[in-house]
């Protein structure tokens, strides 16, 4: 079943488009990455689902419903941008939020009780923002996302400005709430977050869809073009016929091939030219490598086929 | 509805509790309370008994025993003589007579008696000079001479002074009473109608009163209301607001909560100047000042005007608050809507000197000076109903109109950021949908 819906939206602000015909679907119970460079219209498609802005052109649907102010208690919304009260106590504002999305006061300072002390945060209940790091205020804005236990969530990315130890924290609450049968549309520029956690994914550029599809199957689609290889001496053997792009990290090379080009042969060539190959491997491209090459109009696999 | 009432719910608290709120509602009028009563506190405190001795030199047999029995008469009408007495502390003045021989030391005996009233302040003396009921100048020796009820001392020499001088003259007593009887002027308004109501003595000033307190809130208010706006708006708590409530209740719950913090504070000062009236009222009173009389109707047009004022006011430095990114931004977007506010302050002149002149009554009929202007009218002549129902409608009417084009402006203002749109796209923001 689709949680969310969009079909053939289009919104524009005087005479510049900012979503263009775009379509993509949500499964229930599953994590869904929105992806885009900056300005590409994931906020404006968001602000639609959430019913900020209504489309010009096209349905938004959230459990089978055009979106409006009835479904709201429904949807959690973490925007990329945030912030808090600055002269309210967590506690209260928390309660605040919960209050306006139809929790009463009661069930909403029971909620907040547990949600701090899962965050690790019941210390700070009666304490204002500013005593509280950046960190903490960005757990405060996620629980204030999701107090009244909404259907559908929309987290803008939910771990900048975290420490490890906070992601890895809240990334195991957003895999529980997935395991409770929620929905999660996961909107960020960390693509290995991405392939951590997301199901499906869509990405989109000058407001229209570039790619989507599951996870798994999109990278199949770009198909084991991409070398992982980690060797010791120089990188000349790597010619322009083989190789379309590499990237040179500390610890080992990410070599994306030519169409046709063959694996070995790079192999072949690294030991004739005397390198100590330590590791090779044949992998499908990373969703880092994807999202630049879909962005950047270089990718060299036609994804027409699917869409 | 209910979301707009959380949100009033929590602009109200969150103002409320404040420590500023807390200081400007409650303790500036308890200063200003003690800042009047402290010192009249203090002055008629003294109270008790004063022991007054007289040094008589006037030669006058029945003046040192007339101004007993003026001091003794006071509050009984009858025997008053041409004076009010404030009955200003309770100051028992015991006076004894020391009659001063021709011969003796003056220098003297006013040396043993100042000594005396330096080491006990409720021994005083009073000196009569030779010279008789025509030339009489009394001088009074205390430690404290700022003491109100000194006042008391000094009518009742002059009663007696003027008492003698009439009885000399050959009146007796009931006449001297009847001709010195005390006229009262009665002030009566002539109101809508041509109907007569009490009071109007202190109408210039309740009228001003009312003009600056109606400026002075709405502005105080008005910009809370835009600063408020900024905050949310700066500290991006909007974007996690919208996904809840519409822009247009977040507005109107906004402007709601902080109104009915200023009608608490405009609440608790009444009620305390209220006191203070009830109690300073005698005091003021006696001292030939009169409080206004301030009809209730009148208290019920400036809580209107105050309300609509406020609404329509508020409504517009939301606008502006929704469409700068700062405050420094918002010191420049806010002047037109302040000098809105501040024309009438610069006019009212005019009005008060001329308050039924065509300009006038149109001036009041203009929806964004009627709040000052139209409440200071009233306060001055009471003009006809009419055209106190007519400039309300003229304003309700307004503030729809400026309510609607405001959340159309807010609701794409709050998610702007950057450069400050121009009058071209404001408009263009209108027709958004």
């Known amino acids: 079943m689709n949680v969310v819906e969009l079909k053939h939206v289009t919104k524009r602000f005087d005479q510049f488009v900012a979503v263009k015909d775009l379509s993509f679907e949500v499964r229930q119970g599953t994590i869904f990455g929105l992806l885009g460079p900056n300005g590409a219209g994931k906020t404006t498609s968001i602000r639609m689902i959430v019913n900020i802005f209504a489309p010009d052109e096209g349905d938004v649907l959230v459990m089978s419903k055009h979106v409006s102010p009835e479904l709201q208690p429904h949807i959690g919304y973490l925007p990329e941008e945030r912030g808090l009260y600055k002269k309210m106590k967590i506690g209260d504002q928390l309660v605040f939020f919960a209050n306006l999305k139809g929790v009463n006061s009661t069930e909403a300072s029971r909620r907040v009780d547990e949600w701090l002390k899962r965050l690790e945060l019941s210390d700070w209940k009666n304490k204002k923002p500013t005593d509280l790091s950046k960190g903490m205020q960005q757990k405060v804005q996620f629980i204030a996302s999701v107090i009244h236990d909404p259907d559908v969530m929309i987290l803008d990315e939910p771990f900048s400005g975290l420490d490890p130890v906070s992601v890895n924290l809240l990334k195991n609450v957003i895999l529980d709430l997935k395991q409770r049968g929620k929905t999660i549309i996961f909107s960020t520029h960390q693509m290995e977050q991405v392939e951590q956690i997301c199901d499906d994914i869509c990405l989109i550029n000058h407001g229209t869809q570039v790619l989507s599809g599951g996870l798994k199957e999109v990278k199949r689609r770009f198909g084991k073009n991409t070398v992982i290889m980690d060797y010791e001496g120089p990188d000349s053997f790597l010619g322009d016929d083989l190789v379309k792009h590499h990237n040179r990290f500390p610890n080992y090379s990410e070599i994306l091939l030519n169409d046709g080009a063959d694996a070995q042969e790079v192999l072949k060539r690294a030991l004739a030219a005397g390198a100590r190959v330590n590791r090779f491997e044949l992998v499908e491209p990373s969703l880092n490598e994807i999202f630049i090459e879909s962005v950047t109009g270089k990718a060299s696999v036609s994804n027409g086929g699917e869409r | 509805m209910k979301k707009v009432l959380i949100i009033i719910k929590r602009e109200y608290l969150v103002r409320v509790r404040t420590r500023a709120f807390m200081i400007g509602t409650i303790v500036s009028p308890l200063f200003m309370l003690a800042l009047i009563a402290l010192p009249i506190f203090f002055a008629t405190r003294g109270g008790g008994d004063r022991r007054v001795a007289v040094l008589d030199q006037s030669g006058e047999p029945d003046l040192f025993d007339a101004i007993r029995k003026s001091l003794a008469s006071r509050g009984n009408p009858d025997e008053e003589l041409n004076r009010r007495d404030p009955g200003v502390g309770s100051t028992n003045y015991a006076l004894t007579r020391r009659v001063v021989a021709p011969g003796e030391d003056m220098n003297a005996l006013q040396t043993e008696y100042s000594q005396k009233a330096d080491k006990d302040p409720d021994s005083t003396y009073l000196i009569l000079r030779p010279g008789g009921l025509d030339k009489i100048e009394p001088e009074y020796y205390a430690k404290n001479t700022s003491d109100f009820s000194i006042g008391t001392l000094e009518r009742a020499i002059n009663d007696a002074v003027s008492g003698l001088r009439l009885k000399r003259a050959g009146l007796d007593q009931a006449t001297i009473s009847l001709y010195t009887k005390r006229v009262e002027l009665t002030r009566k308004k002539v109101t809508a109608g041509g109907g007569v109501s009490e009071g109007g003595r202190a109408d210039f000033v309740v009228a001003f009163v009312m003009l600056f307190f109606i400026y002075m809130s709405v502005l105080i208010y008005g910009l809370f209301v835009m600063r408020g706006v ?204």
């Open chain 2, 230 to 433: 900024i905050e949310e708006k700066q500290s991006r708590i909007v974007e996690l607001l919208v996904s809840s409530v519409r822009p247009t209740q977040m507005m109107l719950g906004k402007v709601i909560g902080i109104g009915l913090v200023g009608l608490t504070q405009i609440g608790v000062w009444a009620v305390s100047a209220l006191l203070l009236t009830t109690v300073g009222v005698s005091t003021f009173e006696s001292r030939g000042m009169r409080m206004p009389n301030i009809p209730i109707s009148l208290l019920v047009y400036f809580v209107v005007f105050f309300v609509l004022g406020y609404f329509l006011y508020a409504t517009l430095y939301a606008m502006v608050g929704s469409t700068v990114s700062s405050e420094e931004e918002a010191q420049q977007a806010q002047i037109p809507v302040t000098l809105l506010l501040v024309v009438p302050m610069v006019i009212f002149n005019m009005i008060i000197a001329n308050p039924t002149s065509t300009s006038s009554i149109a001036l009041s009929m203009v929806p964004f000076f009627a709040p000052t202007l139209m409440m200071m009218r009233i306060a001055v002549v009471n003009p006809p109903l009419w055209q106190i129902l007519l400039s309300m409608a003229i304003m309700i009417a307004t503030i729809l109109l400026c309510v609607w084009i405001a959340a159309r402006i807010y609701r794409v203002g709050i998610l702007m950021y950057g450069k400050r749109p121009s009058i071209t796209e404001l408009g263009r923001w209108l027709r958004y949908s």
